[in-house]
């Protein structure tokens, strides 16, 4: 198969980014193994002492200037190595690496391809009214046109392409729906479930509840919170576990603060950030994984969940949440406070066999929809289809 170049572009590579680094960072063994070449353009400053933990090459053309992250360096350098790559992958909207990359690719003859990430979503719309009207002057100025000219727009799923269409105007694309690969998770014994119970000892024998993700009001932590409240009682080895950098952190002092005010602070375990096995184990050890969020592009933490064999209680703002239901690998809800007392109501009314049994069908889900190694395939035959030279595959294509 022919090699590939290929450039992604994002605007920073610390890891508590959530999904758009985290997708890059699985992808590249994915697409390593099938002898392809990956690298980074980011905005971080060289000296992020997270550039070193990557296992990809990364360039790093920090600092960027205002919240625009405007970095007239990192324009200046793509324009004079873009004949360096087949193509260039953007990651997300509204900043500086989006128009900056269509701008130092016009007339270079290198494609660039966007996945937006959820950025479309008409959801922030309702929720952050005023950011859109911030957004939609941007959408004008800027972006309608760095979304025009793309070669293609990554979108992960139906879901998110269909919602895309109706948050901006003028709107004008080549949709194409590509995955994102998800790693298998390792079964060192280093990653099973004991070893999170060495670390937080107190939790060994308890049923856990598991909140993996950024704590961002969108989430729905506080949902969660309250939905807990309601069943805690019902049995006094139920814990709720939340991981994830504050984002905010004055969300998370929010949060902490509510807990304490409904009586469960005590059974409420925070643990910060997890990474590598420390992550995994946490997934081992959890009973069930709870996202009650108001929108979710493709949620790449409960994808790894349904890897580990853990259902997923989930809103229906997940994109993906139609096929999680039909593999009946999890429980779903609308979103708000009813949605997430139901799901964690429901999850405690389930019987010990059926909870077993979904287990098993939460694994089966990942490996007939989520398989990396077909992800990446799919990812290296859209963009053949789309020019680039990537060789010959044999995954068809869906747009």
């Not at 670390?199 to 961002?216: C, D, E, N, T, W």
């Not at 420390?278 to 592009?297: D, M, S």
């Not at 853990?310 to 229906?316: A, D």
Request: glycine share 8%; charged share 25%.
């Amino acid at each position: 198969m022919t090699e590939m170049r290929l450039l992604h572009v994002i605007n920073s590579t610390r890891p508590s980014g959530g999904g758009p680094i985290e997708s890059i960072r699985q992808a590249a063994p994915v697409l390593a193994q099938m002898g392809h070449r990956m690298e980074i353009a980011c905005l971080d400053p060289p000296d992020s002492p997270w550039l070193k933990e990557l296992t990809v090459r990364a360039r790093a053309f920090g600092p960027a200037r205002t919240s625009y992250r405007y970095c007239p360096a990192f324009v200046s350098w793509l324009k004079g190595h873009a004949k360096d790559y087949d193509a260039v992958i953007v990651h997300g909207l509204w900043l500086h690496t989006s128009g900056g990359t269509r701008s130092a690719l016009r007339g270079s003859g290198t494609p660039y391809f966007i996945y937006t990430h959820g950025l479309l979503d008409p959801a922030f719309k309702r929720r952050f009214p005023w950011k859109h009207l911030k957004k939609l002057l941007m959408w004008v100025l800027v972006e309608y046109r760095v979304v025009r000219d793309a070669r293609a727009i990554f979108f992960t799923c139906e879901q998110e392409r269909d919602l895309a269409c109706r948050a901006f105007w003028p709107y004008r694309c080549v949709p194409a729906i590509v995955p994102y690969c998800v790693g298998e998770p390792p079964n060192g014994p280093e990653d099973q479930g004991d070893r999170f119970f060495v670390r937080y000892p107190a939790l060994r024998g308890k049923r856990i509840v598991l909140f993996l993700s950024r704590i961002h009001p969108k989430k729905g932590c506080d949902l969660l919170i309250e939905a807990f409240a309601s069943v805690a009682r019902e049995d006094e080895s139920l814990r709720l576990v939340i991981a994830g950098p504050g984002d905010p952190p004055a969300w998370e002092e929010r949060l902490r603060r509510l807990a304490d005010d409904k009586g469960v602070a005590d059974k409420i375990t925070w643990t910060g950030m997890l990474q590598g096995g420390i992550k995994w184990a946490a997934f081992r050890a959890a009973e069930v994984f709870a996202l009650p969020t108001y929108q979710e592009n493709y949620g790449i933490a409960i994808v790894e969940a349904l890897g580990c064999g853990v259902p997923v209680l989930i809103s229906n703002r997940v994109n993906i949440w139609d096929k999680i239901a039909e593999d009946r690998a999890g429980y779903i809800a609308d979103p708000g406070q009813r949605g997430a007392d139901e799901l964690l109501r429901r999850w405690m009314s389930t019987p010990a066999e059926e909870r077993q049994a979904m287990r098993q069908r939460a694994r089966a889900c990942f490996e007939s929809r989520f398989d990396s190694r077909r992800a990446g395939l799919h990812l290296v035959e859209t963009l053949r289809s789309f020019g680039v030279n990537t060789g010959p595959c044999a995954v068809p294509v869906q747009t």
